[in-house]
């Protein structure tokens, strides 16, 4: 099914906007604050002492640089994990939006979680290749792997499925594709860039309020990828599908 591009910002809007979105953009507000702050701690502690005072890093978890580390890196799995979530809670019907169920962070995660990271290694490294050569392979493979996440998160696929049911999905919609991801990278860039303003009062209230705003476009982009990811598959309710299920037999992690 072709890609329509204003019944994904709007459905996709109103899809962030419910009790399941607003839980999400709580949670990942808290992965990045506890990310950012993990991460600046380390700096600060490496840091010589008149930089350590100077307070420029911003917000800094009162913790040495070792604890620090292990919360960024189970910051970032758990980051990985929310955003498998997000996939499968915002392509639910909308009457299910008002409820979050934990099964959604638990279902096969182990395998999912895996086969994310696998999957992004691969689409890392095409992308940037693709953007050293000529740029424009670059935004061609970025556009061809962007349901890499909902192909891992909602049909529990393996890495390298993954991969070919994005190409698969995104192939003939690559143009929509692409100016929906303008619109949405522009306007969460212009929304989270409103934090840099405060950094000039407070670099710690300005990091605090971009990673805020960050986190609600952050998942209000999840919301309309996730109908743009609906209508192609056309699992979209009125589109001639039915409800998206895992492709794959289940089987033990």
Do not use: C, H
């Not at 607003?22 to 506890?34: I, K, N, P």
């Not at 086969?115 to 050293?132: D, K, L, Y």
């Not at 109908?227 to 089987?251: I, R």
Request: hydrophobic share 50%; aromatic share 8%; proline share 4%.
């Amino acid at each position: 099914m072709s890609l329509q591009i204003g019944d994904a910002l709007g459905d996709g809007i109103r899809r962030s906007l419910t009790y399941s979105g607003g839980v999400l953009m709580a949670l990942t507000f808290v992965y990045q604050l506890l990310f950012l702050g993990s991460i600046n701690a380390i700096f600060v502690d490496i840091l010589p002492p008149e930089a350590q005072q100077s307070g420029q890093l911003g917000f800094a978890l009162p913790v040495p640089a070792a604890v620090a580390g292990v919360i960024a890196l189970l910051g970032l799995v758990f980051g990985i994990v929310l955003y498998i979530a997000a996939t499968r809670a915002l392509t639910r019907e909308q009457s299910e939006l008002d409820s979050l169920s934990g099964e959604l962070f638990t279902r096969r995660m182990g395998r999912a979680l895996v086969s994310a990271v696998g999957a992004n290694i691969v689409v890392t490294i095409a992308v940037t290749i693709g953007f050293i050569l000529l740029f424009v392979p670059g935004i061609f493979l970025a556009i061809s792997f962007i349901f890499v996440i909902f192909a891992v998160g909602v049909e529990d696929e393996r890495a390298i499925d993954a991969l070919s049911r994005s190409w698969e999905l995104a192939s003939g919609n690559r143009w929509g594709l692409f100016a929906l991801g303008l619109i949405v990278g522009v306007v969460t860039g212009v929304g989270s860039s409103i934090g840099s303003v405060a950094s000039f009062v407070s670099p710690v209230a300005g990091q605090i309020l971009s990673l805020a705003l960050t986190s609600v476009f952050s998942i209000v982009g999840y919301g309309i990828l996730a109908d743009a990811y609906l209508q192609v598959s056309g699992e979209k309710p009125g589109s001639g599908g039915g409800t998206v299920e895992p492709t794959s037999e289940p089987e033990a992690l």
